[in-house]
């Protein structure tokens, strides 16, 4: 038993070490392309953004919901993108509770940008890899992230 304990131990810090220089390197590359500190943002201010861009144009509820997170939380990210520019809100003229959201020409290229750079540390990262390493690894993950879904859905934490 001790022996895979071991193993165990040696496997999560394997993981924890790519984590950590995946991380490392996406920021190096995010560093050499968006000089503009107002442009720094967090995880949930970035996932907004690709809601917004992958649908066009949404609801504020839609955006809450689709990201687990509070309407306060919600406003307070979309109110700092606003400020930078990057999204607008829109209010429906026939329901004026109802506020639309959408990018910004300087949020659309943005995101581009951000996607462009996140396509490249891809094809970087996994350019080692033969086409069926590559089909494997990307088989890996999605049953690894079908598995940790299941656990959250079933709260089995």
Known sequence: MR???????????????????????KM?????????????????????????YQRQSCMVTDI????????GATTISLNQLEKDNLIERLRS????????????????????????????LLAEMIEPLSSEEQDQLFHIIAKISRQLAKKIASHEL
Do not use: C, W
């Open 93 to 120: 003229n026939e329901d004026r509770r109802t506020v639309m959201v959408t990018l910004t020409p300087n949020g659309k290229r943005f995101i581009e940008t951000v996607l462009d750079v996140r396509n490249r």
């Open 3 to 25: 022996d895979g304990k071991k193993d165990m131990t040696a496997q999560i810090e394997a993981m924890d070490h790519f984590n950590e220089t995946f991380l490392r390197y």
């Open 28 to 52: 190096k590359l995010l560093d050499a392309h968006h000089k503009d500190p107002q442009l720094r943002m967090n995880g949930t201010k970035y996932h907004i953004l690709i809601t917004i």
């Open 64 to 71: 809450s919901r689709h990201l687990h997170l509070s309407s």
